[in-house]
């Protein structure tokens, strides 16, 4: 093995460990206690090797958010291909979003409600929004109706079921009702009675 190929490993671990301890401090404590120098300190490494690295927190954010799009692609992948028929198809991806949302705030909060230097819905998206993106298409595109832009009624799910979570997260919808406004929203994409 070269030096130049063992330092490129070392780095990729370095960043690594950068990004799952600005995770877990978020999830402890929230996006406000993650900075430079509590990371620097946590894993070890001076400020200036966490900034070898990104350019500062927004950049580690962008990173943590990145790693959330391709776990909740996988879930939701699981959900989707584990389901029998659309309406399930839809129902199972629409809880495995909530439940995402609900086990991984933080992450949550880094993916869709903080500022990230991310471009979504570009050719220049990272291939994990894509992946996410067309997990939540596939689960859509078996009820589009015909003249239905599929990506349009994609986004107006994902809408939908970011605008539950959401509001359910901030207290301004009770818990308690979600399952019934999941089932009302998909009840709305799928008619009753189909498979």
Not at 77 to 86: D, E, I, L, P, Y
């Given at each position: 093995m070269s030096i130049q190929t063992r330092r490129e490993r070392e780095r990729a671990k370095r960043r690594r460990l950068i990004v799952t301890a600005a995770r877990e401090l978020a999830e402890a404590e929230g996006w406000d206690a993650v900075t430079t120098r509590r990371l620097?300190?946590?894993?070890?490494?001076?400020?200036?090797?966490?900034y070898s690295h990104f350019k500062g927190k927004d950049a580690i954010m962008t990173a943590v958010a990145v790693q959330g799009f391709a776990e909740l692609a996988a879930e939701v992948?699981?959900?989707?291909?584990?389901?029998?028929?659309?309406r399930e198809a839809l129902a199972a991806v629409g809880e495995a979003y909530t439940a995402f949302a609900r086990r991984r705030p933080a992450l949550y909060d880094a993916m869709f409600t903080h500022k990230v230097d991310l471009p979504f819905a570009t050719p220049e998206a990272p291939a994990a929004l894509w992946e996410a993106f067309g997990e939540?298409?596939?689960a859509v595109k078996p009820v589009a109706a015909e003249g239905d832009d599929p990506g349009l009624l994609t986004e107006t799910y994902w809408a939908g079921l970011h605008g539950l979570v959401t509001l359910m997260r901030s207290g301004r919808l009770p818990e308690h009702a979600h399952e019934r406004r999941l089932a009302l929203l998909i009840g709305h994409f799928v008619p009753h009675g189909t498979r």
């Open positions: 620097a300190a946590g894993i070890e490494y001076s400020q200036p090797i966490l992948h699981t959900a989707r291909v584990a389901a029998k028929g659309a939540l298409l596939r």
